[in-house]
């Protein structure tokens, strides 16, 4: 089991997706913002080493900010969402 404890995962929350051309982002300098496709109130993409494994909601706690992860994805949704 002490192997298992030494493996890394990288792990990275997906809170929005936008489509923009290479000439658009060279141009944007310190402080520009990316406008995403996303919410407030949506559902983020929680993944492990780039395969998504939840769904969960960003939760503000003083200033810091986290994830509460509020649904477990199956193998099946998994497939879908690679396709």
């Not at 939840?54 to 690679?82: F, H, N, P, R, Y």
């Amino acid at each position: 089991m002490n192997s298992v404890n030494d493996v890394s995962i990288e792990l990275v929350v997906v809170l929005g997706r936008s489509d923009m051309q290479i000439h658009q982002l060279l141009r944007m300098g310190r402080g520009a913002v990316i406008e995403l496709g996303t919410r407030e109130n949506d559902e983020v993409q929680i993944m492990a080493n780039d395969v998504p494994i939840a769904m969960g909601e960003i939760v503000l706690d003083g200033d810091k900010i986290g994830v509460s992860v509020t649904k477990k994805l199956t193998q099946s949704e998994v497939l879908a969402m690679q396709n």
